[in-house]
């Protein structure tokens, strides 16, 4: 089966500029995550959807950043303005189960798209 | 590709030795975890993952081992190969929420 696609694989943008970001996840799979991970350090969860709806976005600063996961597939993240401390990959994953469900939680990750601020 | 966690703690082990890579977890409701592997440039590889019911489970070459009463996983490798270079994370979740990862531990494999 295909994996979880991302664009762009690279950004790089001036602080205060705002940027976007596209996931593709695998066929099928009900939940996606948007993950910030810094560099050295592990990933963070920013947001978690489960089908078209928000399961968790508690770490997600949402002054700056939006997401939407249209008809419970592709998803975008989005920046604006962008901050210096933006400058991470930011990693897409999905799991075949949902939340609550008792399945495998197994996220399935894209290859990232790594961001930096200047 | 890019270098995952340049300032990682590392462990060091010798071609054909057994590696254990240890993660402290935070939260006591935690009912499921996993171990990943990160290889530069890419993301996250899920190995082998273990519910809070269960103290051990192996995979091929790999066992995860629990201890709730410490709130400790560990991560066995056996027969450590060049191929298993990389960063290993642990990840820890409350009923398929609140996904935590740790900090990562880079594994490196001397010939």
């Known amino acids: 089966e295909a994996g979880v696609a991302q664009s762009p694989r690279y950004k790089i943008i001036e602080k205060r500029q705002s940027v976007a970001f596209w996931c593709n996840p695998i066929?099928?799979?009900?939940?996606l995550y948007w993950y910030q991970q810094i560099l050295g350090q592990g990933p963070k969860l920013l947001i978690q959807?489960?089908?078209?709806?928000?399961?968790?976005d508690s770490q997600l600063p949402k002054d700056r950043f939006s997401a939407e996961r249209l008809k419970g597939v592709d998803s975008t993240l989005k920046i604006q303005p962008a901050k210096l401390e933006d400058s991470a990959v930011y990693l897409c994953?999905?799991?075949?189960f949902g939340a609550g469900t008792g399945g495998s939680y197994e996220q399935y990750f894209g290859p990232g798209t790594r961001l930096t601020v200047t | 590709g890019e270098s995952v966690g340049l300032h990682l703690p590392t462990l060091s082990v010798q071609e054909g030795d057994n590696s254990i890579i240890n993660c402290a977890y935070s939260n006591s409701a935690s009912d499921y975890f996993i171990w990943y592997k990160q290889e530069s440039g890419k993301g996250p590889q899920f190995i082998i993952d273990?519910?809070?019911?269960?103290d051990k489970r192996q995979g091929q070459r790999v066992t995860v081992l629990l201890n709730k009463t410490v709130k400790h996983l560990s991560l066995q490798i056996a027969a450590t190969q060049p191929g298993d270079s990389a960063v290993y994370f642990c990840?820890?979740?409350?009923?398929?929420?609140?996904?935590?990862f740790g900090p990562g531990t880079r594994l490196s494999v001397l010939p």
């Open positions: 994953a999905s799991s075949h």
């Open positions: 990840a820890e979740t409350n009923y398929g929420q609140n996904f935590v």
């Open positions: 066929s099928g799979h009900a939940t």
């Open positions: 959807f489960q089908n078209n709806g928000v399961v968790d």
């Open positions: 273990i519910r809070s019911n269960m």
